[in-house]
Protein backbone atom coordinates (compact mmCIF):
# COMPACT_ATOMS: atom_id res chain seq x y z
CA UNK A 1 0.00 0.00 0.00
CA UNK A 2 2.50 2.26 0.92
CA UNK A 3 4.54 1.83 -2.60
CA UNK A 4 0.88 2.19 -4.21
CA UNK A 5 0.98 5.47 -2.29
CA UNK A 6 4.43 6.65 -3.17
CA UNK A 7 4.14 5.76 -7.01
CA UNK A 8 1.20 8.24 -6.91
CA UNK A 9 3.01 10.84 -5.49
CA UNK A 10 6.11 10.80 -7.77
CA UNK A 11 2.55 10.49 -10.49
CA UNK A 12 1.10 13.53 -9.49
CA UNK A 13 4.59 15.66 -8.69
CA UNK A 14 5.86 14.78 -11.94
CA UNK A 15 2.24 15.60 -13.98
CA UNK A 16 2.33 18.81 -11.97
CA UNK A 17 6.05 19.88 -12.95
CA UNK A 18 4.91 18.96 -16.45
CA UNK A 19 2.09 21.04 -16.53
CA UNK A 20 4.13 23.80 -15.45
CA UNK A 21 6.92 23.67 -17.80
CA UNK A 22 4.10 23.40 -20.32
CA UNK A 23 2.34 25.91 -19.87
CA UNK A 24 1.75 29.35 -21.83
CA UNK A 25 2.10 32.59 -20.53
CA UNK A 26 -0.58 35.21 -22.09
CA UNK A 27 1.33 38.60 -22.05
CA UNK A 28 -0.17 41.60 -23.15
CA UNK A 29 1.24 43.64 -25.89
CA UNK A 30 0.16 47.60 -26.87
CA UNK A 31 -1.54 46.93 -29.98
CA UNK A 32 0.74 48.99 -31.89
CA UNK A 33 4.01 48.26 -30.09
CA UNK A 34 5.33 45.46 -32.63
CA UNK A 35 4.14 47.88 -35.06
CA UNK A 36 6.76 50.59 -34.02
CA UNK A 37 9.85 48.70 -32.55
CA UNK A 38 9.48 44.89 -33.87
CA UNK A 39 13.56 44.29 -32.76
CA UNK A 40 12.20 44.91 -29.32
CA UNK A 41 9.59 42.68 -28.91
CA UNK A 42 11.82 39.75 -31.21
CA UNK A 43 13.68 40.48 -27.85
CA UNK A 44 11.67 39.71 -25.44
CA UNK A 45 10.98 36.67 -27.15
CA UNK A 46 14.40 35.98 -27.25
CA UNK A 47 14.28 36.26 -23.49
CA UNK A 48 11.45 33.54 -22.69
CA UNK A 49 12.81 31.09 -25.09
CA UNK A 50 16.21 31.63 -23.12
CA UNK A 51 14.01 30.74 -19.99
CA UNK A 52 12.46 27.87 -21.27
CA UNK A 53 9.05 29.97 -21.07
CA UNK A 54 6.35 29.59 -23.57
CA UNK A 55 5.19 32.85 -24.31
CA UNK A 56 2.23 34.12 -26.56
CA UNK A 57 1.92 37.81 -26.80
CA UNK A 58 -2.00 39.29 -26.93
CA UNK A 59 -2.58 42.43 -28.50
CA UNK A 60 -4.89 44.50 -27.15
CA UNK A 61 -5.10 48.71 -26.43
CA UNK A 62 -2.60 49.72 -23.99
CA UNK A 63 -5.30 50.72 -21.27
CA UNK A 64 -6.43 47.12 -21.59
CA UNK A 65 -3.97 45.09 -21.89
CA UNK A 66 -2.59 46.73 -18.23
CA UNK A 67 -6.02 46.06 -16.60
CA UNK A 68 -6.37 42.84 -17.81
CA UNK A 69 -2.67 41.71 -16.62
CA UNK A 70 -3.52 43.63 -13.14
CA UNK A 71 -6.78 41.16 -13.23
CA UNK A 72 -5.26 38.25 -13.88
CA UNK A 73 -6.96 37.58 -16.84
CA UNK A 74 -3.58 37.78 -18.46
CA UNK A 75 -0.41 36.56 -16.87
CA UNK A 76 2.03 40.08 -17.48
CA UNK A 77 2.54 42.98 -19.61
CA UNK A 78 5.42 43.31 -22.17
CA UNK A 79 6.36 47.11 -21.58
CA UNK A 80 5.12 49.08 -19.26
CA UNK A 81 6.80 52.71 -17.71
CA UNK A 82 7.38 51.48 -13.74
CA UNK A 83 4.16 54.67 -13.37
CA UNK A 84 2.22 52.89 -15.37
CA UNK A 85 1.79 50.52 -12.58
CA UNK A 86 2.57 51.83 -9.63
CA UNK A 87 -1.07 51.44 -8.29
CA UNK A 88 -1.48 47.71 -9.31
CA UNK A 89 -0.17 45.85 -6.43
CA UNK A 90 -0.74 42.23 -8.51
CA UNK A 91 1.78 43.46 -11.02
CA UNK A 92 5.77 42.16 -10.63
CA UNK A 93 8.75 43.90 -12.24
CA UNK A 94 10.98 41.64 -13.89
CA UNK A 95 14.05 44.05 -12.85
CA UNK A 96 15.73 44.12 -15.91
CA UNK A 97 14.91 47.21 -18.71
CA UNK A 98 14.19 46.51 -22.19
CA UNK A 99 14.68 49.92 -23.40
CA UNK A 100 15.25 53.21 -22.30
CA UNK A 101 12.82 55.80 -24.33
CA UNK A 102 14.05 59.21 -24.34
CA UNK A 103 10.80 61.67 -24.48
CA UNK A 104 11.50 64.74 -26.66
CA UNK A 105 8.26 67.77 -27.08
CA UNK A 106 7.35 67.08 -30.82
CA UNK A 107 4.96 70.12 -32.62
CA UNK A 108 3.88 70.74 -36.16
CA UNK A 109 6.27 70.97 -38.72
CA UNK A 110 4.78 74.82 -39.74
CA UNK A 111 4.35 75.64 -36.21
CA UNK A 112 7.02 77.52 -34.55
CA UNK A 113 8.42 75.31 -31.06
CA UNK A 114 7.06 77.11 -27.88
CA UNK A 115 9.07 78.13 -25.19
CA UNK A 116 9.39 76.26 -22.15
CA UNK A 117 8.43 78.14 -19.76
CA UNK A 118 4.85 79.08 -21.64
CA UNK A 119 4.09 75.15 -21.93
CA UNK A 120 1.06 76.28 -19.49
CA UNK A 121 0.00 77.82 -22.08
CA UNK A 122 -0.27 74.69 -24.74
CA UNK A 123 -2.73 72.00 -24.74
CA UNK A 124 -0.88 68.57 -25.21
CA UNK A 125 -2.05 65.45 -26.67
CA UNK A 126 -1.60 61.69 -25.44
CA UNK A 127 -2.49 58.56 -25.60
CA UNK A 128 -4.87 56.39 -23.33
CA UNK A 129 -3.12 53.72 -21.09
CA UNK A 130 0.37 55.76 -21.34
CA UNK A 131 0.90 56.88 -18.05
CA UNK A 132 3.48 59.43 -18.63
CA UNK A 133 1.20 61.34 -20.00
CA UNK A 134 -0.22 62.42 -16.65
CA UNK A 135 2.57 64.40 -15.82
CA UNK A 136 2.39 66.33 -19.16
CA UNK A 137 -1.37 67.05 -18.60
CA UNK A 138 -0.83 68.43 -15.08
CA UNK A 139 1.61 70.67 -16.83
CA UNK A 140 -1.26 72.77 -18.76
CA UNK A 141 -3.86 75.21 -17.89
CA UNK A 142 -6.11 75.05 -20.75
CA UNK A 143 -6.32 71.49 -20.82
CA UNK A 144 -5.16 68.71 -22.95
CA UNK A 145 -7.13 65.65 -25.11
CA UNK A 146 -6.31 62.00 -24.77
CA UNK A 147 -6.79 59.66 -27.84
CA UNK A 148 -7.48 56.02 -28.06
CA UNK A 149 -3.73 55.58 -29.86
CA UNK A 150 -0.52 57.15 -31.39
CA UNK A 151 -2.38 57.64 -35.35
CA UNK A 152 -4.90 59.20 -33.76
CA UNK A 153 -2.72 61.59 -31.34
CA UNK A 154 -0.80 62.48 -34.74
CA UNK A 155 -4.24 63.51 -36.27
CA UNK A 156 -5.59 66.06 -33.86
CA UNK A 157 -2.06 67.54 -34.46
CA UNK A 158 -2.48 68.04 -37.70
CA UNK A 159 -6.13 69.30 -37.26
CA UNK A 160 -5.00 71.98 -35.13
CA UNK A 161 -6.64 70.84 -31.79
CA UNK A 162 -3.91 70.55 -29.45
CA UNK A 163 -0.19 72.10 -29.58
CA UNK A 164 1.97 68.94 -28.70
CA UNK A 165 2.62 65.76 -27.64
CA UNK A 166 5.52 63.81 -25.64
CA UNK A 167 7.11 60.82 -28.27
CA UNK A 168 10.74 59.23 -28.35
CA UNK A 169 12.17 59.98 -31.72
CA UNK A 170 12.40 57.03 -33.48
CA UNK A 171 8.13 56.29 -33.21
CA UNK A 172 8.14 59.66 -34.13
CA UNK A 173 9.84 58.79 -37.49
CA UNK A 174 7.76 55.58 -37.83
CA UNK A 175 4.67 57.22 -37.34
CA UNK A 176 5.16 60.32 -39.79
CA UNK A 177 6.06 57.91 -42.21
CA UNK A 178 2.68 55.46 -41.93
CA UNK A 179 0.45 58.78 -41.52
CA UNK A 180 2.16 61.10 -43.91
CA UNK A 181 1.82 63.80 -40.62
CA UNK A 182 4.86 66.43 -40.17
CA UNK A 183 5.80 67.17 -36.81
CA UNK A 184 9.38 68.55 -35.26
CA UNK A 185 11.41 67.93 -32.12
CA UNK A 186 11.72 70.83 -30.49
CA UNK A 187 14.25 70.99 -28.25
CA UNK A 188 17.79 69.06 -28.35
CA UNK A 189 17.72 67.63 -25.32
CA UNK A 190 14.62 64.96 -24.26
CA UNK A 191 12.25 66.75 -21.82
CA UNK A 192 12.68 63.46 -19.53
CA UNK A 193 13.76 59.59 -20.28
CA UNK A 194 11.94 56.37 -18.90
CA UNK A 195 13.00 53.01 -19.06
CA UNK A 196 10.38 50.46 -19.58
CA UNK A 197 10.31 47.07 -18.07
CA UNK A 198 7.94 43.38 -18.67
CA UNK A 199 5.28 42.84 -15.71
CA UNK A 200 4.17 40.13 -14.93
CA UNK A 201 1.18 38.76 -12.80
CA UNK A 202 1.49 38.05 -8.49
CA UNK A 203 0.01 34.20 -9.76
CA UNK A 204 3.14 33.65 -11.98
CA UNK A 205 5.92 34.94 -8.90
CA UNK A 206 7.46 31.25 -9.33
CA UNK A 207 9.36 31.78 -12.81
CA UNK A 208 10.69 35.61 -12.14
CA UNK A 209 13.92 34.22 -11.35
CA UNK A 210 14.26 32.60 -14.19
CA UNK A 211 12.95 34.93 -16.37
CA UNK A 212 15.47 37.48 -15.37
CA UNK A 213 18.17 35.38 -16.05
CA UNK A 214 17.19 35.04 -19.60
CA UNK A 215 16.11 39.19 -19.59
CA UNK A 216 19.72 39.46 -18.54
CA UNK A 217 21.29 37.57 -20.88
CA UNK A 218 19.65 39.21 -24.01
CA UNK A 219 19.46 42.77 -22.48
CA UNK A 220 23.34 42.70 -21.36
CA UNK A 221 22.72 43.58 -18.12
CA UNK A 222 25.01 42.52 -14.92
CA UNK A 223 24.26 41.51 -11.93
Not at 32 to 55: C, G, I, M, P
Not at 130 to 159: Q, T
Not at 192 to 219: D, M
Request: glycine share 4%; charged share 25%.
Amino acid sequence: MKTLSLILMLFFTHFIQAQEFEKTYQIGIFSDLQKFDNALVEKVKKAWLLSDLNLELVKLPAERSLRDAASGRLDGDIARYSESVENYLDLIQVPIPIKTDRLSIYVPAAKTCFKLNNINKMKPVGVLGIRYFKRIYVLSDVGYEEAANPVLAFKMLASDRVDYTVINQEHAEQLMGLTDIQLKKCFKEPFFSEHLYTYIHAKNISILEQLTEGYREVFNHNK
